[in-house]
T-cell receptor
Framework: AQSVTQLGSHVSVSEGALVLLRCNYSSSVPPYLFWYVQYPNQGLQLLLKYTSAATLVKGINGFEAEFKKSETSFHLTKPSAHMSDAAEYFC?????????????FGKGTKLSVKP | DGGITQSPKYLFRKEGQNVTLSCEQNLNHDAMYWYRQDPGQGLRLIYY???????QKGDIAEGYSVSREKKESFPLTVTSAQKNPTAFYLC??????????????FGSGTQLSVL
């Protein structure tokens, strides 16, 4: 069975600081991995996805994530946090050959950005 | 504008009452999904449908029912059998299953509370 674990339910950074949101996955087959962002009282938006091409994936809003098979990790980073990045972030793994509909979501990490 | 519309935004249920959450999409997507979101729990799949007149149970289908009579509509009924219905419900759609380039589109959600 596939699963994802997000380390830290709440992360707080200062504006301009590095953002690092951690995600570790468990999968018996090569995984497809995703990061989504959710703003308050909204649905989810796809930030980026890993589908076995390049291990460093660039997404929207300056975010990127690196797939590290040896560490079973897919951490999300952004060099410089902006106030508008405050939101909840979800890591997810697909359990059907890349289809995003049958996703297994992590429990989410709420990012706060201090001025 | 193309997208997914969920209504109502807020819904209240009385004891023993069935309530129906609406989800409509004009993206011409084949697949539609219902997720339940609880604080600190991530998203859990309730039901999904890959094609009209067909749907499958997700991880937490008990106490819920769906129909898919039209491609653009996938209503979710929360029945009286669901003893803990208070949650944020998210509807999503995608072009279809099995394509790694698919993007999952989410509605803006319905907050259901018990009176």
């Amino acid at each position: 069975a596939q699963s994802v674990t997000q380390l830290g339910s709440h992360v707080s950074v200062s504006e301009g600081a590095l953002v690092l949101l951690r995600c570790n996955y468990s999968s018996s087959v090569p995984p497809y991995l995703f990061w989504y962002v959710q703003y308050p009282n909204q649905g989810l938006q796809l930030l980026l996805k890993y589908t076995s091409a390049a291990t460093l994936v660039k997404g929207i809003n300056g975010f990127e994530a690196e797939f590290k098979k040896s560490e079973t990790s897919f951490h999300l980073t952004k060099p410089s946090a902006h106030m508008s990045d405050a939101a909840e972030y979800f890591c997810a793994v697909s359990n059907y050959g890349g289809s995003q509909g049958n996703l297994i979501f992590g429990k989410g990490t709420k990012l706060s950005v201090k001025p | 504008d193309g997208g997914i519309t969920q209504s109502p935004k807020y819904l209240f249920r009385k004891e023993g009452q069935n309530v129906t959450l609406s989800c409509e999409q004009n993206l011409n997507h084949d697949a539609m999904y219902w997720y339940r979101q609880d604080p600190g729990q991530g998203l859990r799949l309730i039901y999904y449908s890959q094609i009209v007149n067909d749907f499958q149970k997700g991880d937490i289908a008990e106490g819920y029912s769906v129909s898919r009579e039209k491609k653009e509509s996938f209503p979710l009924t929360v029945t009286s059998a669901q003893k803990n219905p208070t949650a944020f419900y998210l509807c999503a759609s995608s072009p279809g299953q099995g394509t790694t380039n698919e993007k999952l589109f989410f509605g803006s959600g319905t907050q259901l509370s018990v009176l």
